[in-house]
């Protein structure tokens, strides 16, 4: 099971940071990933992960503003976001894997807007 | 970046027809491993994405055998054989092979 949390509304320029707890699985065996979806529109990938954290993987429109990360012992993975745009409102999901991402959490929203 | 195209996006069908979805990749998906790493997901309203298929053809637990995914190369398909009432939603294909990962635009499955 994957549960978000940190969502909320931010003013653009802002911060927030995305948790992501699991459980149920050895958290360390799986690379982990972000995917977002802003309202109405599809599922976009955003970060990435390896299971030992020494490895990331970032889209293009957040390379420089987000930083993904992960706690091991908290079997907890992060979405640091820093200077947040419009753009940037969707939900965000938490996912295992990288090559066939087989569990979703149920998502946290978040709003950028002043 | 790979890019995925979905057609139809839109799909409007009639209770118990078959439906199909058609995902075009613009390279070929097959990983070092061997592996093709091309996905099918499922999101019905208001949920969060469900993985239906994995690798082309692997069917995940729970998941009704009237679904099924076919396809080799650069274009792949999902099929229905007889569509549901619990079929309605969005349908995804995703490539996991190739930085950055990339998603169809999404299918649209209504019920006529």
């Known amino acids: 099971q994957l549960l978000e949390s940190g969502g909320g509304l931010v003013q653009p320029g802002g911060s927030l940071r995305l948790s992501c707890a699991a459980s149920?699985?050895?958290?360390?065996?799986?690379?982990m990933t972000w995917v977002r979806q802003a309202p109405g529109k599809g599922l976009e990938w955003v970060s990435s992960?390896?299971?030992?954290?020494?490895?990331?993987y970032y889209t293009d429109s957040v390379k420089g503003r987000f930083t993904i990360s992960r706690d091991n012992s908290m079997n907890t993975l992060y979405l640091q976001m820093n200077s947040l745009r419009a753009e940037d409102t969707a939900i965000y999901y938490c996912?295992?894997?990288?090559?066939?991402?087989?569990?979703w959490g149920q998502g946290t929203t978040v709003t950028v807007s002043s | 970046d790979v890019v995925l195209t979905q057609s139809p996006l839109s799909l409007p069908v009639t209770l118990g027809q078959p439906a199909s979805i058609s995902c075009r990749s613009s390279?070929?998906?097959?990983?070092?491993?061997?592996?093709?790493?091309l996905n099918w997901f499922q999101q019905r309203p208001g949920q969060s994405p469900r993985r239906l298929i994995y690798?082309?053809?692997n069917r995940d637990s729970g998941v009704p055998d009237r679904f099924s995914g076919s396809g080799s190369g650069t274009d792949f398909t999902l099929k229905i054989s007889r569509v549901e009432a619990e079929d309605v939603g969005v349908y995804y294909c995703?490539?996991?092979?190739?930085?950055?990962?990339?998603f169809g635009q999404g299918t649209k499955v209504e019920i006529k």
């Open positions: 996912v295992r894997g990288i090559f066939i991402m087989d569990v």
């Open positions: 149920g699985f050895t958290f360390t065996s799986f690379a």
């Open positions: 992960i390896s299971g030992d954290g020494v490895i990331t």
């Open positions: 390279q070929g998906l097959v990983y070092s491993d061997g592996n093709t790493n």
């Open positions: 690798r082309i053809s």
């Open positions: 995703m490539q996991g092979t190739h930085w950055p990962r990339t």
